[in-house]
């Protein structure tokens, strides 16, 4: 069975500053326990690097539920960020860029 339990729009205009800070959806959405939960990206359009799209960090998924803290900054789209301490957010790992057209969908756990 599958249920959604909300749905969101986050859009960009073209050359627009705003993004979404780095965080787990899992985090984001409030889910828990989210061992059980997906998140969906579906693109509506192209988005591509240039176009400022979607990044992982390589590995990230090793090390569990994150401390995040909110983001006061205009343009984060999401309001909050992943909280990386006394570490940056490059320390070790490397940030792939996720290219998506459109009608395509990115799963998220």
């Known amino acids: 069975n599958v249920l959604v339990w909300f749905s969101e729009v986050n859009a960009k205009a073209p050359r627009s500053p705003c993004h979404a800070a780095p965080h787990q959806d899992g985090i984001f959405a409030s889910l828990a326990p989210n061992d059980a939960v997906i998140t969906v990206w579906l693109a509506l359009t192209d988005a591509l690097a240039e176009m400022g799209g979607l990044y992982f960090q390589r590995g990230s998924h090793l090390g569990g539920a994150l401390p995040?803290?909110?983001?006061?900054?205009?343009?984060?789209?999401?309001?909050?960020?992943?909280d990386?301490?006394?570490?940056?957010?490059?320390?070790?790992?490397e940030a792939v860029p996720v290219e998506l057209n459109a009608g395509e969908a990115s799963l998220h756990s």
């Open 68 to 82: 995040h803290h909110v983001d006061p900054e205009p343009e984060n789209l999401i309001g909050f960020r992943v």
């Open 84 to 93: 990386h301490g006394d570490h940056g957010e490059d320390e070790g790992t």
